[in-house]
């Protein structure tokens, strides 16, 4: 079927008002959690061959999150989409107030290769959620999973309610050329500013979740163990390829040597190694070009090998990096980590606060004031202090970018408002009204209006 067909297909299906009925949308929650929790053999297999993740990491980073989302919302739909009452100013009298979560209509989720699971079902699910019909795009560059999702889904799910659309750039172009009521992107920020514009064209709200350089600073008042730790996981689980894994690190000089040290000691025992069980490969040749060329051979205290013929990079670390090396001017997105020193922390803060606002920003140290500093000064989508990348597994914390990082947010709650519309309601009662705002004006209907205002 053609793609306008079945998106004018949903329009009409929506109109039906069948998707605001809860009971219609948990069943088809259950539906797909059913479908996900039958098919993990298959899931994990797709995304083997797409870029050669385990089956721990497919179900710890991409299924438990979705999983996690279908619960979510089948547990709290009914108190998400409840009206809510809320005061009537003294204008108003006598009247009622309430905000009424309604649906959009018919939605595109636009997904990346990177987590392709959760990256293109978790917003397709906040969206089926609060009552919309969905068309799916996920990530060509993953062709299998794509592959996977499309069959499972389209076998299984009316296609003037769900649908996903197969398809790469020319696709997609297409598809951004129709009326949708909400477009929810995740990718590049180049790719971002495209859809926007498209979707500017139709006046359609956007989120966009985008990219940028996260950085991770440690200072000498960190518990340096658990920093190197939890660094190491965060930036070298898949292979690197992670929207929020720390970019870059700035390290308090007194203490470099020493946690360059631990980084190592804890990347051999991970045992994150290029073929390994824990390590994924890069997802194409076009990428493993680019970071190749970001290793500078003169600045590799580990690692620095890669196969292009297995597309494997070994976890890199540049040390005395500078912000004018080539590293520092675009998002790594792959397992190279540059390490920075920095004598002063206020400084250090300054600096990144000259670069665009990250997706997420991490900060290791058990002093308060520095903790503080970071947590007011900086603006970032989201972090952690002594921590990396987990802040994503709070459903309670709305997650997405802001400025060049993304617009919008999603997860829990937040997901069912990015899908839709809080729809104000006044009822008034027909009787009690004074009649001072009706014409005709005069004098003293005037001052007591300026009274009651
Ligand atoms: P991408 O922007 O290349 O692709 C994302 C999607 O856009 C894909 O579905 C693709 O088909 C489509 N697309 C690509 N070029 C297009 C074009 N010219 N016109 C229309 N559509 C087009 O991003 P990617 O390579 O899949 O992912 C990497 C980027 O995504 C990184 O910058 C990363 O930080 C970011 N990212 C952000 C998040 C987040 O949650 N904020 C998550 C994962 C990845």
């Not at 306008?4 to 299906?13: D, G, L």
């Not at 008042?221 to 929020?244: P, S």
């Given at each position: 079927?053609?793609?306008?067909?079945?998106?004018?297909?949903?329009?009409?299906?929506?109109?039906?008002q069948q998707t605001k009925s809860l009971k219609f949308r948990k069943m088809y929650l259950e539906k797909l959690r059913d479908i996900i929790l039958r098919s993990e053999d298959l899931l994990c297999e797709a995304i083997h061959k797409d870029f050669g993740k385990s089956k721990f990491d497919t179900f710890t980073t991409e299924l438990s999150f979705v999983l996690n989302d279908i619960h979510y919302y089948l547990k709290n739909l009914n108190s998400l989409s409840k009206p809510k009452k809320v005061t009537t100013n003294l204008s108003n009298q006598i009247g009622k107030s309430s905000i009424h979560p309604e649906p959009l209509g018919c939605v595109l989720v636009i997904g990346a290769w990177n987590y392709p699971y959760q990256l293109s079902l978790s917003p397709m699910i906040a969206a089926l959620a609060a009552g919309n019909c969905c068309i799916l795009k996920p990530s060509e560059i993953a062709e299998n999973t794509m592959k996977v999702m499309a069959k499972l889904i389209n076998e299984n799910f009316p296609p003037e309610y769900l649908y996903v659309y197969e398809g790469g750039i020319d696709e997609t172009t297409e598809?951004?050329?129709?009326?949708?009521?909400?477009?929810?992107?995740?990718?590049?920020?180049?790719?971002?500013?495209?859809?926007?514009?498209?979707?500017?064209?139709?006046?359609?709200?956007?989120?966009?979740?985008?990219g940028g350089k996260s950085p991770a600073i440690v200072t000498?008042?960190?518990?340096?163990?658990?920093?190197?730790?939890?660094?190491?996981?965060?930036?070298?689980?898949?292979?690197?390829?992670?929207?929020?894994?720390?970019?870059?690190?700035l390290v308090e000089e007194s203490i470099h040597e020493q946690f360059l040290e631990m980084l190592r000691k804890y990347?051999?025992?991970?045992?994150?190694?290029?073929?390994?069980?824990?390590?994924?490969r890069i997802i194409n040749r076009k990428n493993f070009d680019r970071l190749v060329k970001l290793i500078d051979h003169k600045k590799i205290y580990f690692g620095g090998n890669s196969d292009e013929t297995k597309l494997h990079?070994?976890?890199?670390?540049?040390?005395?990096?500078?912000?004018?090396?080539?590293?520092?001017?675009?998002?790594i997105f792959g397992p190279i980590l540059p390490v920075i020193s920095f004598t002063h922390f206020n400084p250090v803060l300054n600096t990144i606060?000259?670069?665009?606002?990250?997706?997420?920003?991490?900060?290791?140290?058990?002093?308060?004031?520095?903790?503080?500093?970071?947590?007011?000064?900086?603006s970032f989508g989201g972090g952690c202090i002594n921590d990396v990348i987990m802040h994503l597994g709070n459903?309670?914390?709305?997650?997405?970018?802001?400025?060049?990082?993304?617009?919008?947010n999603y997860h829990g709650k937040y997901g069912f408002e990015a899908f839709s519309h809080q729809k104000s309601i006044l009822e008034k009662a027909t009787w009690g009204e004074p009649s001072i705002k009706y014409p005709p004006y005069s004098e003293k209907k005037l001052s007591w209006i300026k009274k009651l205002l």
């Open positions: 079927m053609d793609i306008q067909e079945i998106v004018s297909s949903q329009q009409a299906f929506f109109k039906t598809l951004l050329k129709l009326k949708f009521d909400k477009i929810f992107f995740t990718g590049s920020t180049k790719v971002g500013k495209i859809v926007y514009k498209a979707a500017a064209e139709h006046l359609t709200p956007v989120v966009l979740e985008l000498k008042d960190a518990d340096l163990e658990v920093a190197a730790k939890r660094i190491v996981w965060g930036k070298f689980l898949n292979a690197g390829q992670t929207c929020v894994a720390p970019d870059y690190l990347i051999t025992e991970f045992k994150y190694e290029p073929g390994s069980e824990q390590y994924t990079i070994e976890p890199t670390i540049l040390n005395n990096v500078n912000w004018e090396d080539d590293v520092m001017q675009e998002e606060l000259e670069h665009e606002k990250p997706l997420a920003a991490y900060l290791f140290t058990r002093n308060a004031e520095e903790k503080e500093a970071f947590t007011s000064k900086l459903e309670r914390l709305p997650f997405g970018g802001v400025g060049a990082s993304g617009i919008g």
